[in-house]
């Protein structure tokens, strides 16, 4: 059974962690930080609003001599977010992931963000499922 990404979220928790659009930069490198992420969510009023990662914060903050000290996340986070369903298989995932040049994809369902996944949680994913084949041919094999 191909995994999806309710079984990433199932697995590794649904902790979210966020940071709202006027939060400072450094705010949330901070968050990101302490949490050993690499992207969060911008949220407002419960709703996505946009996704800050560590590629934003190289590329518009320390490549433009910006001080991320009184740098809104608003102005440099990446505001046309490529989200995911529960119910999207990894494979979806993972081609989304390759297509798009991005690492980190929202999980939502409805208007509500349910977790974040990491091309890493994918990569585990697909591994598993394809260590479980692996493990069921070798049975089929030598019986």
Known sequence: MTPTVR???????YDLWSAPPDASVYDALSIMAQRNIGALPILEAGGLRGIFSERDYARKVVLRGRNSMDTPVREIMTPAVITVRPDDTVHHC????????TRHLPVVEGARVLGLISIGDVVH???????????????????
């Open 7 to 13: 079984s990433i979220l199932d697995h590794k928790g």
């Open 94 to 101: 993972m081609a989304l992931m390759t297509e798009l040049r």
């Open 125 to 143: 994913a697909l591994i598993e499922e394809q260590s479980h084949v692996i493990e069921q041919l070798e049975s089929y094999i030598r019986t």
